[in-house]
């Protein structure tokens, strides 16, 4: 059974930092894309960034480009978002989501992390 | 930017009924086109992919169509558990947009 779990989330001041996490199991984690995508309190999804399998291409929604820096580490299944410089706009909850058939839809999703940005 | 308008914004049925949700892209996306549905504190559930494909476990009643700039999700007879928020997305090109969602309520 797929399972991806998200990590790291919380309460963080505007310019602050935070790092999540996604553990993948139950399936070859390294021939897969994974992506990140998130959903502003009350409002609809949004693409955030993506990262192709093995070595990996890196993608990323233009209003993050140069904050966020989406990453994997394919011995320890794991999917990671680094995310600098946040701000009020970057608070929802961050899912991790898993590609299939080697193009950008997301058959699998974890339950979701939530992110607040305030002072 | 490839973006995707969803209509209506909330359609209001009753169980039974059939249910007809659209999205239509600002430029030809192919076939490349999917569905999901949301249900409120979970997370996104794939229906539908390449327009008309339904993914692993999705009942039948849930249908998808079109090609090129105009798709139609279609429900066939409402369940109870149907009753959520329901998405399109693209991958024809970077970067894969969703659309802004249509909600499907209990009338």
């Known amino acids: 059974e797929v399972q991806l779990v998200e990590s790291g989330g919380g309460l963080v001041q505007p310019g602050g930092s935070l790092r999540l996490s996604c553990a993948a199991s139950?399936?070859?984690?390294?021939?897969?894309?994974m992506a990140w995508v998130r959903q502003a309190p009350g409002r609809g999804l949004e693409w955030v960034s993506a990262i192709l399998g093995g070595v990996g291409s890196t993608y990323y929604l233009d209003s993050v480009k140069g904050r966020f820096t989406i990453s994997r580490d394919n011995s320890k299944n794991t999917l990671f978002l680094q995310i600098n410089s946040l701000r009020a706009e970057d608070t929802a909850v961050y899912y991790c989501?898993?590609?299939f058939g080697g193009g950008s839809f997301y058959d699998h999703w974890g339950q979701g992390i939530l992110v607040t940005v305030s002072s | 930017e490839i973006v995707l308008t969803q209509s209506p914004a909330t359609l209001s049925l009753s169980p039974g009924e059939r249910a007809t949700l659209s999205c239509r892209a600002s430029?030809?996306?192919?076939?490349?086109l999917a569905w999901y549905q949301q249900k409120p504190g979970q997370a996104p559930r794939l229906l539908i992919f390449d327009a008309s494909s339904r993914a692993t476990g999705i009942p039948a009643r849930f249908s998808g169509s079109g090609s090129g700039t105009d798709f139609t999700l279609t429900i066939s007879s409402l369940e109870p558990e149907d009753f959520a928020v329901y998405y399109c997305q693209q991958r024809s090109k970077w970067p894969p947009a969703f659309g802004q969602g249509t909600r499907l309520e209990i009338k």
């Open positions: 139950g399936f070859t984690f390294t021939n897969y894309a």
């Open positions: 989501a898993k590609a």
């Open positions: 430029q030809s996306v192919s076939i490349y």
